[in-house]
């Protein structure tokens, strides 16, 4: 029985990059082994086990055959006989599928040390296709590193796009992927390999324009992506990605709010109450202080000034005095608005 530290791990540690998760596979070893000596089994898949101390990953050398469309369409074969290069052979990318022995031997059968120095981004084998999912690591690698990809990749990846088998993409994957894709270093190279390799028609299709540049929290990326676009067309292309209703949100309400956005250097009070309102600014100001993020990334010069007074006019207004001072609980909803209203106009 021999371990080997795999993948992630020992590309980032070659890249000089904190390496936060080890993964191991280990060679000539059984289930039964591997419980008796306390690791603790959770793969359901296929057999992985979690150290008794340090709780890291350990899966038994495996090879995959690909038995039907898509990225579940597989069957999984683990025994001791099982050599680690054939475990990596069934990897993504030759910069993935390198392994690190106890000794600190580098183990690296498809050059993936020389992919680095290059940074290139290209394919194990031509197992690579069985996969879909396997474009949109692609991109989010690029998105990561800034890497380029390798011309027998991108072609392998325009195949996989032309025959169909990137029609059978699982949604919630898709935006695994997506989504780390969106929050890396270099974001947009993402969206620059989907279109290269075709698959950016069939997933994007609503968006006409990319931003340059991406920043802050995962919803405001979404949102910055989603600025130009109409309600339904966000909806569509949340339905499917599987966008997440609490990333959605943000999207939603910028589009919501776009136009008194554009136009709140010249708004009257009424429209910049109206603009808190539909942020729903009062009762989740981190959220709308996210929305005018938003906005100031998606119009260069928008300047949010009298938003952010009209916003702190109202959250000083002692409105439950105002509620008080009515004569009736009818009029209060009406009160309250006009005290609003004279508290933004003394603001802007």
């Known amino acids: 029985m021999k371990t ?24 000539g070893a059984t289930p039964e ?19 008794p101390e340090t709780h890291e990953e350990y899966a038994l050398a495996r090879t995959e055959r690909k038995s039907g469309r898509g990225y579940k369409g597989f069957k999984v074969y683990a025994a001791p006989e099982v050599t680690l290069e054939e475990d990596l052979t069934r990897r993504d990318l030759t910069i993935n599928a390198m392994a690190k022995a106890e000794d600190g031997r580098l183990i690296d059968p498809f050059g993936g040390a020389a992919d680095l120095r290059k940074r290139l981004l290209r394919h194990v ?8 999912v396997r474009i949109l690591r692609v991109a989010r690698f690029a998105a990561r590193f800034g890497f380029k990809v390798a011309p027998e990749t991108m072609k392998l990846m325009k195949g996989m796009v032309h025959s169909g088998e990137a029609d059978y993409l699982v949604p919630e994957r ?28 069939k997933l994007l299709p609503e968006l006409k324009e990319l931003p340059e540049k991406f920043s802050g929290s995962l919803s405001a990326r979404f949102a910055r992506l989603a600025w130009p676009l109409e309600r339904t067309e966000i909806s569509s292309l949340s339905d499917r990605l599987r ?4 990333v959605r949100d943000l999207a939603m309400t910028a589009s919501a ?92």
């Not at 080997?4 to 060679?27: F, I, M, N, S």
């Not at 690791?39 to 979690?50: A, M, N």
């Not at 084998?125 to 879909?132: K, L, V």
């Not at 009762?283 to 916003?311: C, M, N, S, W, Y």
């Open 257 to 348: 709010c776009r136009n008194h956005l554009e136009n709140a250097r010249t708004a009257t009070p009424a429209r910049l109450l109206e603009l808190l309102t539909a942020g729903d600014a009062l009762r989740k100001p981190e959220r709308f202080a996210e929305l005018l993020e938003v906005a100031r990334t998606a119009q260069p010069g928008l300047d949010t000034t009298r938003i952010e007074h009209a916003l702190r006019a109202v959250q000083a207004l002692d409105e439950g005095a105002v509620a008080r001072a009515a004569g009736s609980r009818q009029a209060i909803p009406k009160l309250i608005k006009q005290a609003r209203l004279e508290a933004i106009s003394r603001a802007v």
């Open 243 to 246: 966008v997440p209703n609490e």
């Open 125 to 132: 084998s031509d197992a690579f296709a069985e996969d879909p």
């Open 4 to 27: 080997y530290v795999v993948g992630g791990a020992v590309r980032d540690e070659l890249l000089g990059l904190p390496v936060k998760d080890r993964d191991h596979v280990v060679v």
């Open 33 to 51: 082994e591997m419980a008796r000596l306390g690791y603790q089994p959770v793969g359901k898949d296929f057999p992985v086990f979690l150290h």
């Open 174 to 201: 898709v935006w695994q992927e997506f989504a780390k894709g969106l929050m890396e270093p270099h974001a947009a190279r993402m969206f620059q390999v989907l279109k290269e390799s075709g698959l950016y028609g």
